[in-house]
C-alpha cells in the first residue's frame, strides 16, 4: 500500500530537520581539531626542552657564554663546540 499524503508530508517534516541537524554536527565535527591547538606539540617541546637542559646538558657545550660579544648576541646554543 502506497504512503498517503499526510504520511508523506510528515516525512518531509521530520527528514528537513534532522538533515540541518546532521549538518551541523559534521561540520562543527570537522572544523572543530583545525581551532583546537594539537596538545601533543607542547609537550614535546616541553619534553625536548628538558632533555637538553636537563638530562644531556647540551647548553654546557654550546653556549656563547664568555666568549665574543659576536658570539653572545647569538640565540641559545648558537655558539660553542
Known amino acids: 500500500m502506497a504512503p498517503t499524503a499526510d504520511q508523506r508530508n510528515l516525512r518531509k517534516t521530520v527528514r528537513q530537520p534532522l538533515l540541518a541537524v546532521?549538518?551541523?554536527?559534521?561540520?562543527?565535527l570537522v572544523a572543530a581539531p583545525a581551532s583546537a591547538p594539537h596538545p601533543a606539540l607542547a609537550d614535546r617541546v616541553a619534553r625536548g626542552r628538558y632533555l637538553t637542559e636537563r638530562v644531556a646538558m647540551c647548553i654546557q657545550c654550546h653556549d656563547a657564554e664568555g666568549v665574543s660579544d659576536y658570539l653572545a648576541s647569538l640565540p641559545e646554543f648558537g655558539g660553542g663546540q
Open 22 to 28: 546532521l549538518a551541523v554536527v559534521v561540520v562543527v
